[in-house]
């Protein structure tokens, strides 16, 4: 099967997101599509599975113009959607979910589970994979939930599958499978469209790739016949010199040292960071990273342990305390943990400073809004104003409303957990940017972060966690993508 | 073309804030007008001062209320803290305790009551729902148990002065009453609008979790914010104990009803985070000149009620339509 999208074109209003765009992909190809968030890649697979309706432009499947009304059409055509946000229902078996509104019927209008069992086991055989079906699909993990949405399209006989960030939430092993799987589909004849945000998947996964930018596809490569320089060029509209930019790291005293840190996630971590110095968190997903920054900060209790801010040992019992000594926390989740969605943008960046504030037990409106106004100029963050609530933001300024808050609150250790994550390229500059500036004033970042990549192009010394141990503490410039991995799996480099 | 949009947001927009800001304000006119219309003697200055003394203790209880639902919490428990915090009171009195300290150790005990019900909420982690509606059960048991089922009264109180100012008296004219509900809606309105702890309030209802890490003690904040449900309740009671000469073992009985739709009549939003104090007295205004003016045109307490409830489904529902939108 081939699918042509010809001089497509697409306005919300006066906001014109697709302008004359050409994308095709056939069966037995994956085919990658890049872009940064607001590119158009999403409208643009949103108008081949029928959710939106060109204004203009053809839809050509193999070679004949085609027209979907609805998702269910295009479905019945073969063409299948992975969304990124999977909507399953946790509390459902397995089976449930995937024949949600499919369910297959005997006499009577009772269920026929034992012919679902036998069309969903068959799809599974496929993908090679088992589950009970019987137990609810949330306790799967997230990777098995993947599976079973690449089972349920291939139950519909799907000829084209869209897999829109598949891997945003897998481990490195589950993503390992998920390309085995996707090159076996490949070779079975299916074609795949890939969105993702990460280079290094591209070219181990994609045989052509599509760029995208502002509305417009900019380019189509063979995968073999590019390379990241010339994709993140076609991304960003302009030559980004060395994708990180160059640390020039002046140390300090110490400014966290923790000694010795035990709970049920992890075990005797001791480590420390510098003044002016940016140390990364590598490990795999799990390893127990996140929670011992929860620890530090306050959010989880510890065992046992010590922690030194600025050369004082304290008793850090919650987030308060933590700030109250200058240290900064931006979560991993910042839809749960990071913003009030809901509330304004000053509403957010004032809260970990608000009791400096108060004047006579009032707070000084007037120094308040200068505070945030500040903050958003210079964090750069794209909105009309202060009283903007921070849910209308994109990915990356709701990034930089969550940094707003700890360079705000006066942060001289800052903890940040993925603080590129779902951000897209000219934003995540933007971010090591502003992180550069802070390690010259002399704040202590530690950067826990899932992408090896940006560890290795953006700290001057890697921590690598491994099921709750600290396996080591290596300087970057000695470290490579292999040494890293080497500890992270639980091996030691000789 | 971007700046015609851009004006037309700018337009949707001020409409939005419009109706948010000033809905309650337009309902409450348009209920002024119809039940002035059915009955001239509402607009009397004698009937609008009863009404204003009338509201008041709604209003009190209910400024308590609006900071717990902002927190995205209830507490169902204020009306038996009015009646268990006004029998303490009558029986201080009757006991010959000074009439001053008897009124201040009743609010005290509602003040302790909430703090109990914060604790419950924020150590026990009980859904604020039922744990309010336990302890609601239990403080009316013990109103019954204490004052053996009967009012309290007497001539101690009857002929107390001081106590019987508290809520019969008038100052310059005005019901004394309405000056509490006064200087305690300025009390209010400063804590929740121009201090941290209201900044703080919103930021508990908006996402406990994103305010706990931004350095929100929450569990200080519930105990706070419900002790002063429990104390605004108890300053209700002693103003309706005053006024009635006595404490009624079913004093303030289905109040939290009155308080909670004042709260929603006023534009609150029960998911926690978003509201004004202003909406909430106007809230307590809508329900008051309700209750007075279906009193006045005579309709049967059986239909009120159901007329209440009509008016509070709707103005939910209008603010269900607005969120959407």
Redesign the interface.
């Known amino acids: 099967m081939q699918i042509d999208m010809q001089h497509i074109s697409k306005s919300f209003g006066s906001n014109e997101v697709l302008k004359d765009v050409n994308f095709s992909v056939k069966g037995g190809e994956v085919h990658a599509l890049m872009g940064e968030n607001g590119a158009g890649k999403s409208t643009m697979m949103n108008i081949l599975t029928g959710l939106l309706e060109p204004n203009s432009g053809t839809i050509l499947v193999d070679g004949k113009e085609t027209h979907f009304d609805n998702a269910l059409e295009a479905e019945q055509h073969g063409i299948a959607f992975i969304h990124q946000e999977m909507n399953n229902f946790g509390e459902m078996p397995v089976l449930d979910n995937m024949f949600l509104n499919k369910e297959i019927k005997k006499g009577f209008g009772l269920i026929d589970n034992a012919k679902m069992k036998t069309i969903a086991q068959k799809a599974l055989d496929q993908l090679d994979m088992k589950v009970d079906f019987s137990q609810p699909i949330g306790e799967l993990s997230v990777g098995q939930q993947q599976m079973i949405e690449i089972a349920k399209s291939l139950m519909t006989d799907a000829k084209i599958i869209i897999m829109d960030e598949p891997t945003a939430a897998l481990t490195q092993d589950e993503i390992q499978k998920l390309f085995v799987v996707i090159r076996k589909l490949r070779d079975q004849g299916v074609g795949l469209i890939y969105i993702s945000h990460r280079m290094e998947e591209l070219f181990e996964i994609a045989d052509r790739v599509t760029v995208m930018r502002d509305g417009l596809t900019i380019n189509t490569y063979n995968t073999a016949d590019t390379n990241v320089k010339q994709i993140v060029h076609d991304m960003v509209g302009r030559d980004m010199g060395d994708f990180y930019p160059e640390r020039h790291p002046k140390y300090g005293k110490t400014m966290l040292e923790v000694s010795g840190l035990t709970n049920s996630k992890f075990k005797d971590v001791s480590f420390s960071v510098r003044s002016g110095e940016v140390l990364a968190f590598s490990g795999l997903m799990g390893a127990g990273r996140t929670e011992i920054m929860r620890a530090i900060f306050g959010i989880d209790k510890l065992d046992a342990g010590t922690i030194k801010v600025d050369g004082k040992e304290l008793v850090i019992k919650n987030p308060n305390d933590a700030i109250s000594h200058n240290v900064g926390f931006l979560t991993e989740d910042r839809k749960t943990e990071g913003l009030i969605l809901d509330a304004t943008l000053a509403d957010n960046i004032d809260l970990p400073s608000i009791d400096g504030f108060s004047k006579h037990g009032l707070i000084d409106e007037k120094a308040d809004k200068d505070f945030v106004d500040m903050l958003l100029k210079r964090l750069n963050v794209k909105a009309n104003g202060r009283d903007d609530e921070a849910g209308s933001l994109s990915g990356g300024n709701q990034q930089k409303v969550v940094l707003a808050k700890w360079v705000g609150s006066g942060s001289q250790v800052l903890i940040l957990d993925e603080p590129t994550r779902g951000v897209d390229v000219g934003a995540k500059r933007e971010i090591y940017d502003l992180m550069n500036e802070l390690t010259d004033r002399g704040t202590a970042i530690i950067m826990v972060s899932s992408d090896l990549d940006e560890v290795l192009g953006f700290s001057d010394k890697i921590a690598v966690v491994y099921e709750g141990h600290l396996m080591d503490v290596v300087d970057t410039k000695d470290a490579t993508q292999e040494s890293i991995m080497t500890l992270a799996t639980g091996g030691k480099n000789e | 073309?971007?700046n015609?949009?851009e004006a037309e947001a700018k337009k949707k927009f001020s409409f939005g804030d419009f109706y948010k800001k000033l809905g309650p304000m337009v309902a409450l006119i348009v209920l002024i007008v119809l039940v002035s219309v059915l009955n001239f003697s509402f607009l009397d200055p004698l009937n609008l001062l009863n009404l204003l003394r009338q509201v008041s203790v709604n209003a009190l209880i209910a400024f308590g209320m609006e900071f717990v639902i902002l927190t995205g919490g209830i507490d169902l428990s204020v009306g038996a803290i009015v009646a268990l915090s006004g029998a303490f009171t009558a029986q201080l009195v009757l006991a010959g305790v000074p009439t001053l300290l008897s009124l201040l150790i009743g609010m005290l005990t509602g003040a302790i009551f909430g703090a109990i019900n914060g604790v419950i909420i924020a150590y026990g982690k009980a859904a604020p729902f039922i744990a309010t509606l336990a302890t609601q059960t239990i403080l009316r048991g013990a109103t019954y148990v204490f004052t053996k089922g009967n009012p309290i009264t007497g001539t101690k109180m009857s002929n107390n002065f001081g106590f019987q100012f508290f809520g019969q008296g008038y100052l310059f004219g005005i019901p004394f009453p309405v000056y509490i509900m006064a200087i305690f809606y300025i009390c209010a309105y400063?804590l929740l609008h121009?201090?941290?702890f209201g900044?703080?309030t919103?930021?508990l209802g908006?996402?406990p979790?994103?305010?706990?890490?931004?350095?929100?003690?929450n569990n200080k904040m519930i105990i706070l914010i419900y002790t002063i449900a429990g104390f605004l309740s108890a300053v209700a009671g002693a103003i309706l104990t005053s006024r009635l000469a006595s404490a009624q073992p079913d004093a303030g009985n289905a109040y939290e009803m009155d308080a909670i739709a004042a709260v929603v009549l006023g534009g609150t939003s029960l998911a926690g985070?978003?509201g004004r104090m202003f909406g909430t007295l106007i809230g307590a205004l809508i329900i008051g000149v309700l209750n007075n003016g279906m009193n006045l045109l005579g309709i049967s307490s059986f239909y009120q009620q159901i007329v209440k409830g009509i008016v509070i489904l709707v103005a939910v529902l209008l603010d269900r339509k607005q969120a959407k939108a």
């Open positions: 073309m971007s015609q949009t400063i121009r201090t941290t900044r703080k919103y930021a908006g996402n979790k994103a305010a706990f890490v931004a350095g929100v003690k985070g978003k």
